[in-house]
């Protein structure tokens, strides 16, 4: 009995509201799990049969120019121009260039990660990667404070600074935005036509107040890459969440990768309720029609690979 949730104005996921946590059974944090550094291996070389996080992750300044039209990923009839701003920032060389990481941790929404004491754990990573400008500061404990990259889904304006509609919201966004110091912050520009205007304002505020971030734009065959990597592989996602997408990427440069905070269901593995998101009242509620994510088939593939070793999954309290 699947339930569509949408989570994002543009982007819905299913949930899976039946008892499907405890399907998912997986040890605690503590109990034995190690690393096959082999998969691995085998892992990010089938990857990079389909895209090469490299290159993907960003556009470069060198291949475009302004003017330029861009036909959107998902809606084909659609265009944008490339404005002058988005030119001036677009990375002139690969952020990941040559960049290699002993550890990484991906840190998806799921508020399975509330009283989880991850927080040191999480920050103890080389490489941290976030979704969608997630709070830290308050939730420190629990999710740490260390980002190396963070994405933002152009949505995420709308949902949590209420489209920069006065002062105060343009005002938290600008905050958030200092609080990166230096980190990656990866914006899907090309996606879809909605995020156009969103996209545009972010630019602006990143240039008019010298923010102290790498932007990266991800490339317009990513979604299709990483969605051909996954279907060949017989995961039948219909468009890959933005989790599944850093860990795709994170094969590249991370030798190990540890996941926390995905956890698309709203029980734990004792029964008890988890928000959808650990830091707001977004519910498992709602619906739609459209349901480009399928998040508890994604969760079915990376316990899968969890238990051959290729990644782990943190879904309770860290030791
Ligand atoms: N996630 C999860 N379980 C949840 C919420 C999120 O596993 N209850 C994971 C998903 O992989 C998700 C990521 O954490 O992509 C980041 O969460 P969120 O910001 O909610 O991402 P989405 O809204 O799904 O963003 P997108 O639509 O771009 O995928």
Not at 28 to 47: D, E, G, M
Not at 72 to 88: A, G, P
Request: net charge positive; proline share 5%; glycine share 6%.
């Amino acid at each position: 009995r699947a339930e569509v949730v949408i989570n994002d104005s543009s982007s819905p996921a299913v949930v899976d509201r039946s008892n499907e946590s405890i399907k998912h059974n997986i040890k605690p944090a503590s109990s034995k799990w190690s690393h096959n550094q082999t998969l691995s291996l085998k892992i990010r070389k089938q990857i990079l049969k389909f895209l090469d996080a490299e290159k993907d992750i960003s556009v470069l300044k060198g291949t475009l120019k302004p003017g330029d039209v861009i036909h959107y990923v998902f809606d084909r009839d659609s265009t944008m121009n490339v404005s002058q701003n988005l030119y001036e920032l677009l990375p002139r060389t690969s952020p990941l260039k040559g960049k290699q990481f002993p550890t990484c941790a991906i840190v998806g929404n799921s508020g399975v990660l509330l009283h989880s004491s991850c927080g040191p754990e999480i920050d103890a990573h080389s490489f941290v990667i976030r979704c969608n400008l997630a709070p830290v500061q308050e939730y420190s404990q629990d999710v740490g404070m260390k980002t190396d990259l963070v994405t933002m889904n152009p949505s995420v304006i709308q949902r949590a600074f209420e489209d920069l509609v006065n002062e105060t919201w343009r005002e938290k966004l600008l905050q958030r935005l200092h609080s990166l110091n230096g980190s990656i912050l990866w914006i899907p520009a090309f996606m879809a036509k909605g995020g156009k205007e969103r996209v545009e304002w972010v630019n602006e505020l990143i240039l008019k107040h010298h923010i102290n971030v790498r932007t990266a734009y991800p490339s317009l065959r990513l979604l299709h890459a990483v969605r051909g990597y996954w279907l060949t592989n017989k995961v039948h996602i219909k468009r890959p969440t933005t989790g599944l997408l850093m860990y795709t990427l994170a094969t590249r440069f991370c030798n190990r990768i540890y996941l926390y905070g995905f956890w698309p269901f709203p029980l734990d593995q004792n029964q008890n309720p988890v928000k959808y998101h650990y830091y707001d009242s977004l519910k498992y509620g709602y619906t739609s029609q459209a349901s480009p994510h399928t998040m508890p088939l994604e969760f079915k593939a990376l316990k899968t690979l969890h238990q051959q070793g290729a990644l782990k999954l943190t879904v309770g309290e860290c030791d």
